[in-house]
């Protein structure tokens, strides 16, 4: 079955080279054309395209076939090209011409946009939950190791004391940066571009407001030449958003990476998180930070791939953008995969203690002399020229105090701003609305 029959027959290998990966990806998006269905039904009786007990009927089966989807249990047949089709289909066989009402004042184009803002804004509600997880994990290991002092780097050149209180914090703070870009990119995807239908609109008296309100979007894609340009779009802003955070935990990875070798030895994992070598019985490898640092590499490709898919098209609607679908749709299970697990590794990460009096730290120290000089009364440059000196001669015994009292050092993590810059950030996606509208719609 194709919406757009009218009788003639495509060649099968034309056919088959348009379709795609289209039918194994509606999946995806399978709930959400049922929930904009039942929107816009709801719509279109209400300026007179159905009647009551019509819309009732239509309500009921595409209950049934929502349940359907939420068990697992939902497929799309051979020959039926996607999951619009499919689901007019099984309405039909069911209320027989009633189900064929549905599509009044719509077009597959403004159906499968609306689909994947349903399915962008719910799987970004699912990535803030899991990242603010994450996000108390290394807020907890922050508070937790806030006296354990490690060396700072630059250059990876031994550089000033730091501590694994400011290590951890600074990767929760980091999220709180990708969570706003996050949010930006919800505000995008939240608007309904339902209406629209194949770019400029539709005679009929379509009352987009209602399926705004019914569907829980913020506002809508007022004009519809630009709710169609949004296509393509509104994945890449997300794709930007998905890329940041994938940033932060790719950075994340290579530190544990670093810090777990031999040559460090700062932390360690459970034997159960580590695998082995074929032949090297003693090999403890941190596998999951690997594949974790990989993982997120290819996210942050995301946007780039987006980008070259959709930059020279014009206005309007052109099939390159189905392939956008084949790149954007897996990737919120790949960001989350990498979100749960390091969640969880890092929660049973273990701190080395005393890291450093190690002799090869001693000069971890050296800017602390140094600034100790200056509060003495020392010009800052005599002071360093004095410490620099010792070092040259190996003169130098370092104090191995550390006094960091301003905001976001060693000795003033500033936990309770960061974490209350991360509440700011969660509430101001007010998941609440979109929620609370799905849930009526399907009562």
Not at 171 to 185: G, H, I, K, N, P
């Amino acid at each position: 079955m194709k919406l757009w029959d009218k009788g003639v027959s495509v060649n099968k290998l034309i056919e088959e080279f348009t379709v795609g990966q289209d039918r194994e990806l509606d999946l995806y998006l399978a709930k959400f054309d049922i929930l904009g269905s039942m929107a816009h039904t709801t719509m279109l009786q209400k300026i007179g395209l159905l009647e009551k007990d019509e819309l009732n009927k239509l309500l009921v089966e595409m209950k049934n076939i929502y349940n359907l989807v939420e068990s697992g249990n939902f497929t799309i047949e051979d020959g039926i090209e996607d999951v619009h089709s499919q689901v007019e289909s099984m309405l039909t066989e069911k209320l027989g011409d009633v189900g064929k009402k549905i599509h009044s004042g719509r077009s597959r184009n403004d159906q499968v946009l609306l689909d994947l803002k349903l399915f962008a804004r719910e799987e970004i509600r699912r990535l803030v939950e899991a990242g603010n997880e994450l996000f108390a994990t290394l807020m907890t290991q922050a508070e937790k190791n806030k006296e354990q002092l490690m060396p700072g780097y630059t250059h990876l050149q031994v550089a000033m004391p730091s501590s694994f209180g400011l290590w951890f914090s600074a990767y929760a703070e980091s999220l709180v940066d990708d969570f706003t870009l996050l949010q930006a990119a919800f505000k995008i995807t939240n608007q309904n571009p339902l209406g629209s239908a194949a770019g400029y609109g539709s005679s009929f008296p379509l009352d987009r407001q209602m399926t705004t309100d019914l569907l829980g979007f913020d506002t809508m894609n007022y004009n519809v030449v630009y709710a169609q340009m949004g296509r393509g779009k509104m994945e890449k802003t997300v794709a930007f958003a998905i890329s940041s955070i994938a940033a932060t935990l790719s950075k994340l990875a290579f530190d544990v990476c670093l810090f777990m070798s031999q040559n460090f030895g700062f932390v360690t994992l459970p034997d159960e998180l580590t695998t082995g070598s074929s032949i090297m019985p003693h090999k403890k490898n941190p596998d999951v930070f690997e594949l974790i640092r990989s993982h997120c590499n290819k996210l942050q490709a995301l946007p780039n791939q987006i980008t070259l898919m959709v930059n020279n098209l014009p206005s309007g609607y052109f099939r390159d953008l189905q392939i956008v679908k084949e790149v954007f749709l897996p990737a919120f299970e790949e960001m989350m995969s990498c979100i749960k697990i390091a969640n969880f590794a890092l929660g049973e990460m273990t701190i080395k203690e005393n890291i450093l009096n190690d002799e090869k730290y001693r000069y971890v120290f050296s800017v602390e002399d140094v600034n100790r000089l200056v509060q003495a009364g020392v010009p800052f440059r005599d002071a360093y020229v004095k410490v620099g000196k010792q070092i040259q001669k190996n003169e130098y015994q370092p104090s191995k105090e550390v006094n960091h009292t301003h905001a976001g050092s060693v000795g003033n993590l500033c936990l309770d701003e960061i974490q209350l810059k991360m509440d700011q950030v969660i509430h101001s996606f007010q998941f609440e609305k979109m929620n609370s509208a799905i849930e009526r719609l399907l009562k």
